[in-house]
């Protein structure tokens, strides 16, 4: 059982459209990040969100941890090519020292 | 500083060999985790150290599996007997005091067991 969902798994859409992608889980987390993937690569870190009802701006990402500090969001605005990648979510649990990362959602974007 | 190194890239062994890993992280962070991802999936955590100490090993990590990091700076992952279910990417992260700051990973050893 996977500690933390995400959805959907894939998802290919055209350049300049718009898109979301969830985090969910029914633990509690003090904090919850957000990377990206690129084959062959390590994951990068793209934020941290730490407050309940948090909302964290990137350029075109835009990042929101729930009020319960249970899920997030990541909403993407007028996709580009160069945001084709793996995004992984990854959370804290409240009293542990490590991170529980998502399964991952595999995103491309097409010219 | 260039941030996480591990060594090799690219790893191929017969099963039942033994391979070694390395992980150079940032010489200021204190902490140093080691994951494992197979095609598809999450990284999953396997264990990790602070300073020297290693605090904590996932039931992912088989007798089989040994990690050190002696003297708190580099760290050795271990893998004996190898079998074709170890073949996946080894990363590697560190960081700096609690979670909040975020991991710096390496580029990863991807192993693959023939």
């Known amino acids: 059982t996977q500690l933390l969902e995400q959805s959907p798994q894939f998802l290919s859409i055209q350049e300049g459209e718009n898109l979301t992608v969830y985090c969910n889980s029914s633990?509690?987390?003090?904090?919850l990040q957000w990377y990206r993937q690129e084959p062959g690569e390590g994951p990068v870190l793209l934020v941290t969100?730490?407050?309940?009802?948090e909302v964290k701006k990137l350029k075109r990402l835009t990042f929101q941890f729930g009020d319960a500090r249970k899920d997030s969001s990541l909403h993407i605005t007028a996709a580009q090519p160069g945001d084709t990648g793996l995004y992984l979510c990854a959370g804290a649990v409240q009293g542990a020292q490590k991170l529980v990362f998502g399964q991952g959602t595999r995103l491309t974007i097409n010219p | 500083d260039t941030g996480v190194s591990q060594d090799p890239r690219h790893k191929i062994t017969k099963r039942g060999q033994n391979v070694t890993f390395r992980c150079d992280p940032i010489s200021e962070h204190n902490r140093l985790y080691w994951y494992r991802q197979t095609l598809g999936q999450g990284p999953e955590f396997l264990t990790y150290?602070?300073?020297?100490?290693?605090?904590?090993k996932s039931r992912l990590l088989s007798d089989r599996f040994s990690a050190e990091r002696p003297k708190g700076s580099f760290s050795t992952l271990e893998i004996q007997r190898t079998e074709q279910g170890d073949s996946a990417m080894y990363l590697c992260a560190s960081s700096l005091g609690d979670n909040f700051g975020g991991y710096t990973f390496g580029s990863g050893t991807r192993l693959t067991v023939v």
């Open positions: 150290f602070q300073n020297e100490a290693q605090l904590e």
């Open positions: 969100v730490v407050t309940g009802g």
């Open positions: 633990s509690v987390f003090s904090s």
